[in-house]
């Protein structure tokens, strides 16, 4: 039960947030604004953006949870999921950074349109896909929200989903990415802060890691080994070597294609931050996820020693870290901090989904599709309205939480790598690659994504992540639908540069007006 102070802090953090959107809304001229902030992000604020939207309920509560499950066998997550950041920012970034500026692209789906000369069908499909795996992970983000709220004031789990909907709503319709990024940063750094002040008494009041070692090495000796040998051989040691190498790719890739990450990269301000921001967000969020792993170590050594007791519930284990730190650090005065701390790390993700539903829906689908005679005044009201749609609807499908949290987020990156990863790679780097090539490595992605992972979660266990299987269809649908059919115009090719290269030489960044964001070539699907 939260105390006057823990609720007085949590009001006064909500009303920075509604605060921040306020004072975005005043920035928004147009769409541009509206979805990509001007393009004026600086190096901090879009370096944060970029951790903050990987980092989610699953940084505090679905990796903790993790690591109280499976030991060290999962720590490789640690390494994975912040390479997703300097993936995306250098694989995806560089480019797109670009080639937004000079052609004007406000959404990954307008370079997927030109890139490959299907301006309905691809942008389409593209649009529909970015949203059905944004909600599924939306639906991820709003069970950690409740997870928290309930644990601190004690109230029903839809009353919990109902304040964080309605806040988070409140200033992501408001302010769009502006107030998206600035919430963030604000966000990122509570976070940052936090889990630095609030991991390490977890840890110690368990003994240190090689008291905890030696406790957890006592339920099963491969705890404290680097994978589970395989063939699995209990439902909590799936960490096998070839499972891992297919969770590598999962979180490294997945997460770096995924929607409401690389369109960020096309907000930035200038080109030059790519040079240091896969670096500097490497590091922060490998930090953070070191240390939240160990507080799960933590907690299931103590609770193995009967010196604590998680929750009654089918995801106990989302507890752990929150058991934590109450068990270290009993102090009415800290607890105001940590409960802001796991709201930051939750809604970091959740404002940058919602924000990617309303705008994938009003620019590509209904903009560009339906209404190409949309004004801004209507393609901004298009958007809101799909945000609070999209939020009214996820949070009714999060009334039922998931048995484990981390499942959930996997399955939306899971359908994000099969769906986007090869599209956008190919897209980017093989001249070969063909409009048809990629709506086909789309579809067959996406549906092969549902049918996988159906199969591994209600049917039977597969040796590898079920993305896995889902990829190699979808590069095989790519390559052999690109080989059968025409290739895309060499002007098209070179306009979005595509080739076996990241930066191209001889073709620097062209500065833009704010009109020239809005123009495009006479040879642009847009116009077809």
Avoid at 462 to 479: E, G, I, N, Q, W
Wanted: proline share 5%; glycine share 8%.
């Amino acid at each position: 039960m939260a105390d006057l102070i823990t609720l007085a802090l949590i009001v006064l953090y909500f009303v920075v947030l509604i605060g921040i959107g306020s004072w975005a809304s005043k920035k928004i001229k147009n769409t541009e604004d509206y979805i990509l902030a001007g393009r004026s992000l600086g190096f901090w604020v879009f370096t944060i953006l970029i951790v903050c939207s990987i980092c989610s309920g699953m940084t505090l509560l679905g990796v903790s949870g993790f690591g109280y499950t499976s030991g060290w066998p999962g720590i490789w997550e640690q390494i994975f999921v912040p390479l997703a950041a300097s993936f995306c920012i250098i694989f995806f970034g560089v480019k797109l950074n670009a080639i937004g500026k000079t052609r004007g692209y406000l959404t990954i789906q307008d370079y997927l349109a030109e890139r490959f000369e299907s301006p309905r069908a691809l942008r389409g499909l593209s649009a529909i896909a970015g949203i059905v795996v944004s909600l599924i992970y939306l639906v991820g983000q709003y069970a950690a929200i409740s997870i928290v709220l309930v644990w601190l004031f004690n109230i029903p789990h839809w009353q919990a989903l109902l304040i964080a909907g309605v806040i988070i709503t409140a200033y992501t319709v408001v302010g769009g990415l502006y107030a998206v990024s600035w919430t963030t940063l604000f966000q990122g750094g509570i976070l940052i802060l936090g889990v630095l002040l609030m991991a390490p008494p977890v840890i110690m009041s368990a003994g240190g890691l090689d008291h905890i070692n030696t406790v957890i090495a006592g339920i099963d000796p491969n705890f404290v080994e680097p994978w589970f040998p395989s063939p699995a051989y209990a439902s909590y040691a799936y960490a096998t070597p070839e499972f891992l190498v297919s969770f590598g790719i999962l979180l490294m890739v997945g997460l770096a294609c995924a929607p409401h990450v690389i369109n960020n990269v096309l907000a930035a301000k200038e080109a030059r931050y790519f040079k240091w921001a896969p670096l500097v967000a490497f590091l922060i969020y490998a930090v953070v996820m070191f240390l939240v792993k160990f507080t799960g170590f933590a907690v299931r050594s103590l609770v193995e020693e009967g010196t604590l007791v998680l929750p009654d519930a089918v995801n106990a284990q989302d507890f752990a870290f929150i058991a934590g730190v109450e068990h270290a650090m009993p102090n009415v005065a800290l607890w105001a901090l940590f409960a802001v701390i796991v709201l930051a790390a939750v809604m970091s993700t959740t404002d940058r989904l919602m924000l990617t539903v309303g705008t994938s829906f009003a620019w590509d689908v209904y903009k560009n599709i339906l209404r190409p005679s949309a004004t801004d005044r209507e393609v901004l009201l298009v958007s809101k309205v799909t945000i609070i749609l999209g939020a009214g609807g996820t949070l009714l499908l999060a009334i039922n939480p998931p048995e484990m949290l981390a499942w959930l987020i996997w399955m939306g990156i899971g359908v994000m790598l099969a769906t986007f990863a090869v599209p956008l790679l190919a897209g980017l780097y093989w001249r070969g690659a063909t409009g048809e090539g990629a709506i086909a490595s789309m579809a067959v992605g996406l549906v092969a994504a549902g049918i996988f992972g159906y199969y591994s979660k209600f049917v039977g266990s597969l040796p590898v992540h079920f993305s896995l299987y889902a990829l190699v269809l979808s590069a095989v649908a790519m390559v052999v639908a690109s080989l059968m059919t025409a290739k895309n115009s060499a002007e098209i090719l070179d306009n979005t540069r595509t080739g076996w290269f990241i930066q191209s030489p001889g073709q620097p960044s062209r500065k833009t007006s704010p009109g020239d964001a809005w123009r495009v070539d006479q040879d642009s699907p847009r116009q077809q």
